[in-house]
Every structure is written in C-alpha cells, then in structure tokens.
C-alpha cells in the first residue's frame, strides 16, 4: 500500500480535460512540494511536474500541477491519445525520511 | 546531455549475487545524488536508497535497509545496486535517477528533490 493515495485509474475522450488527485498527510504532501512522473507504456518514467506546478522544458502547457493542503492534482487538458500513460505523483516524507511514490494511475484515452 | 545509462537484463537464480549498475555521463557525477527505484510486475513505483558519490554517503528506506546494498565508484561515475542472495521476489525492474533540486523551503514548504533523468531500466528475473 502506497503512502500517496492516487485513484487506479482515469479516462477521456480525446479534447477533455482530465484531472487525477494524490492525497497525502502532513509529513509529506503538506510540508513539501509534490513532483509528478509519467510512464508510457514499456517505457521509463520521465519527469512530468515538479515543485508542484513547474513544467521541466519540452513538457506542453497542457499539463498543469497544484497543490492544497495534503492533496495535489495533475490536470491535462486537450487530452490526446499520445497521452495513455502511468502517472505517478511523489513527495519527501519527513516520517521516512526518504520520497514517496503514489500508486500511479493508469489514463485511458477514449 | 544529461543521462544514466543501466546495466543490461539479468537471468538469475535464487541464492546468488548480483550487482547492476549505472552510468552517467554529461553532468557532474560527485554533486547530484543517484536514487534506485523498484517497479515489481504490474505494480508501482518504490524508492529503495540513495547515494551521494561525491563523498558515499547512503540513505535506504526501511523496506530494503539489509536487503540491498548501494555503492558508487566516482572515477568511472557509476552507480550499483547489489544483492548478496536473490530471491524470486527480487524479480522486477529496477531505475536508477539523478536527484536533481536544491531541497530548499520556504514559506513552511520545502522542495521535494525531483527524479531527472532516469535510466532506462534493468529487469532482474530471479527465478529456479
């Protein structure tokens, strides 16, 4: 059982907009920021989101992360079909003293 | 251009040893910490350790604090994971990833380091 808690799956028709959640606690989510990875299938995970809503270069502008609290979202608007993936929210958590992973999420395009 | 280069797939049997490793190349190796990562067989991702090579230091997460063994060799800037005895739950894909940010906070926030980039992966089957 993962320490972030992601909902196992997401879906919608190319266009939409989609968001996925990754809750969290007070040692983790709520005092640090939340990073998000996305895998494509047979493939390694590539860095998506980081300091909860910076995109690294060459990720579009549909992908957009936030944070409230011990909750954070992914949301990716102007769904395509190249976007089918895993996506993984991450966190320090301070109990641990290590990162945390969610238990991923898999985004079925329609 | 940043990157980590694994060690290729490995067939094994239970009991033995094994060390896979990871390269890096067009950064400098001693200033960023390496983390491995397990992703078991249709399942998520797990942070087993960290090293900094810059001076060995090494975290592991309790899940694999004595089951595994994290090392690094700063002069061919490489990265190993190590197993003494393998078991078939040993049996998964595992990454290695640079760490990169400045962990600082702010505003009683602090920066999760992120994992950029990211090996390209080495399967470990452990099977009789």
């Known amino acids: 059982q993962s320490v972030l808690t992601q909902p196992p799956s997401a879906s919608g028709t190319p266009g939409q907009r989609v968001t996925i959640s990754c809750s969290g606690s007070s040692s983790n989510i709520g005092s640090n920021t939340v990073n998000w990875y996305q895998q494509l299938p047979g493939t390694a995970p590539i860095l998506l989101i980081y300091n909860n809503n910076q995109r690294p270069s060459g990720v579009p502008d549909r992908f957009s992360g936030s944070k409230s609290g011990t909750s954070a979202s992914l949301a990716i608007s102007g769904l395509q079909s190249e976007d089918e993936a895993d996506f993984y929210c991450a966190a320090w958590d301070d109990s641990l003293n290590g990162p945390v992973f969610g238990g991923g999420t898999k985004l079925t395009v329609l | 251009e940043v990157q980590l280069v694994q060690s290729g797939a490995e067939v094994m049997k239970p009991g033995h040893s094994l060390r896979i490793s990871c390269k890096g190349s067009g950064y400098s190796f001693t200033r960023h910490w390496i983390a491995w990562v397990r992703q078991m067989p249709g399942k998520g991702l797990e942070w087993m350790g960290s090293?900094?090579?810059?001076?060995?230091?090494?975290r592991y997460s309790p899940s694999f604090q004595g089951q595994v063994t994290i090392s690094a060799d700063e002069s061919i800037s490489t990265a190993y994971l190590q197993w003494s005895s393998l078991k078939a739950s040993d049996t998964a894909m595992y990454y290695c990833?640079?760490?990169?940010?400045?962990?600082?906070?702010?505003?009683?926030?602090?920066?999760?380091?992120?994992?950029?980039?990211w090996g390209q992966g080495t399967l470990v089957t452990v099977s009789s």
């Open positions: 990833a640079r760490l990169e940010g400045m962990g600082y906070c702010t505003g009683g926030e602090c920066s999760t380091k992120w994992f950029d980039p």
């Open positions: 090293i900094y090579p810059g001076d060995s230091d090494t």
